[in-house]
């Protein structure tokens, strides 16, 4: 899944217009990205357009109470998984980078 900001917004300055975003997770429809400084932080989808809305097939998809949907790679599929990351925890730091590493060589953009 891929995603450029609509516009600017003074509010996420960590962002810029017309630059693709590979969506990394979804979480309560907020979408996660690698931001223009390396940081994989959550953003309201109404934020940005669809340039590729496929999903990758081996996500893990599930739904909240009401609806908000939840979806990320299987390594990422874990409760205190990106709390883990952002207190660099080394497994979580690892298995990040591993991931995105080999999503990001994948993704055409």
Do not use: C
């Not at 932080?41 to 990758?56: G, H, I, Q, T």
């Amino acid at each position: 899944m891929i995603v450029k900001l609509k516009r600017r917004n003074p509010r996420y300055p960590d962002l810029s217009v017309g630059q693709p975003y590979v969506v990394i997770g979804i979480e309560a429809d907020d979408l996660r990205i690698l931001n223009d400084h390396g940081r994989p932080f959550l953003y309201p989808a109404k934020l940005f357009k669809a340039v590729d809305s496929r999903r990758p097939e081996d996500w893990v998809e599930e739904r909240g109470d009401q609806g908000e949907l939840y979806a990320y790679p299987p390594q990422f599929n874990r409760t205190g998984f990106f709390e883990d990351f952002f207190d660099a925890k080394p497994t979580a730091v690892r298995a990040f980078w591993h991931v995105m590493n080999e999503r990001l060589a994948a993704a055409v953009l």
